[in-house]
């Protein structure tokens, strides 16, 4: 009886080791937030704007380098523009895409995606190795989202590069959505992800 019951409780203490993850398994990295960037593309019939956020964050990947998981975060307040050489009409649009019309900044300040799937990609249209899909959640909503990027793995240095576009209108960013009107800015802003990753302190 004695020799059952140990029996039993080594096999608890195997399945209980076996289901528990190995943190010796996951190696964590961290944003370089001085390399990386997300920009943006807004376009109207007639014109577009350019220009960047700034992004934090931490990733998780195996000792393979296949990522695992992660989360990142946008300050929606650190938005700049590349395109307008004028100071005063740059800082009018920044300040109209900071309000209400937009990304309510006050209201919404981050962000945020937070990786659900990671699986190989290939297009022969693309240079992207990954699809990764995540919950984006921006101006107070959550939907999913699945980004082609290039992964790239050297020593202990990781880089991904993606471009999708993102429709506005999912998230409830519905001004300027009339055809008709004097304004009219279309529903898909192009993104591009340019994410640099260092190892975690």
Avoid at 48 to 72: C, E, M, P, W, Y
Avoid at 174 to 191: C, G, H, K, T
């Amino acid at each position: 009886m004695i020799r059952k019951i140990y029996s039993l409780l080594l096999a608890a203490v195997v399945l209980g080791a076996c289901s528990r993850k190995d943190p010796e398994l996951t190696i964590n990295s961290t944003v370089d937030e001085g390399l990386s960037s997300v920009e943006w593309k807004g376009s109207a019939p007639t014109h577009f704007h350019r220009g960047a956020f700034k992004v934090s964050g931490n990733l998780q990947t195996d000792k393979q380098n296949k990522i695992t998981g992660g989360s990142f975060v946008i300050p929606i307040a650190s938005i700049t523009n590349f395109d307008l050489t004028n100071e005063a009409e740059r800082q009018q649009l920044l300040t109209h895409l900071k309000s209400d019309d937009f990304f309510n900044v006050t209201v919404h300040p981050e962000a945020k995606f937070v990786i659900k799937k990671v699986e190989d990609y290939s297009d022969a249209a693309s240079s992207a190795n990954t699809l990764i899909t995540g919950d984006f959640t921006m101006i107070g909503q959550t939907h999913s989202i699945s980004i082609p990027a290039l992964v790239k793995s050297e020593n202990d240095k990781i880089a991904a590069e993606g471009s999708f576009n993102l429709n506005r209108l999912t998230w409830g960013m519905n001004s300027f959505n009339d055809p008709e009107a004097d304004l009219y800015i279309l529903p898909d802003v192009e993104i591009s992800l340019k994410l640099y990753f260092k190892p975690a302190m």
